[in-house]
């Protein structure tokens, strides 16, 4: 998948609740497969999920190989080796990786035997020490709902909760993305967005594009 420039570790705002995700990944990057494996980041839609999966595959790009997808192209891409008889292949491919990232799982929750086939591929690459970061939603025996491989697999791994961003992160963002668009706010207006606001960089990302616009508008 295309990957957005715009998301890196530059431009990731590193509250206080993606400390620990943030460290973790790092670790874990430094001696891939060995340290935290597999990693499993779930939170609320717009708390930083894809920014973060994206950011650390632009970091680390030059020095492993790294495949960053969205679970469903990752389904099709199996789906489509099957197909044309290639799925040995597949696997191959999957496990000459460093690091596999695989972007909001819980898209395919409903459909066992796609869950069944990742946790073969999963289990496969963490027994050849690939590292797996994956992101979702919710927590993971909500989205596999058995008590058998996932827990077996994930247990051995690190599981990281990325909580909505609280008052003082809304308006770091703000600042912060209002500095990169070149946007003159002043403290009050920053501050009344942050606190009226619910706690999701998405939300938070489109006012501040509305607010450039009428900003430019204003000024002609």
Do not use: W
């Amino acid at each position: 998948m295309k990957l957005n420039r715009d998301y890196t570790f530059q431009n990731y705002l590193v509250s206080d609740n993606k400390k620990n995700a943030r460290k973790a990944i790092s670790s874990a990057m430094a001696l891939p497969g060995q340290i935290y494996n597999p990693i499993f980041i779930y939170g609320s839609v717009g708390v930083g999920k894809t920014h973060l999966l994206q950011a650390l595959a632009q970091e680390y790009k030059t020095d492993l190989k790294i495949y960053y997808v969205s679970v469903e192209q990752f389904v099709n891409d199996i789906v489509q080796a099957i197909q044309n008889y290639r799925y040995v292949d597949f696997v191959e491919q999957c496990l000459n990786l460093d690091v596999l990232l695989i972007d909001d799982i819980h898209l395919v929750k409903d459909k066992k035997s796609t869950l069944e086939e990742l946790l073969h591929i999963f289990e496969r690459l963490y027994n050849a020490q690939r590292q797996i970061v994956i992101t979702a939603d919710r927590p993971i025996m909500q989205i596999f709902k058995t008590k058998g491989k996932a827990v077996r697999i994930f247990q051995k791994g690190l599981v990281l909760n990325i909580t909505p961003p609280a008052y003082g992160d809304r308006l770091r963002f703000l600042q912060l993305k209002a500095q990169n668009a070149g946007l003159v706010l002043s403290s009050d207006v920053l501050e009344d967005l942050a606190r009226k606001t619910n706690p999701d960089f998405r939300e938070l990302q489109g006012i501040l594009a509305k607010t450039k616009l009428r900003y430019e508008l204003i000024q002609g």
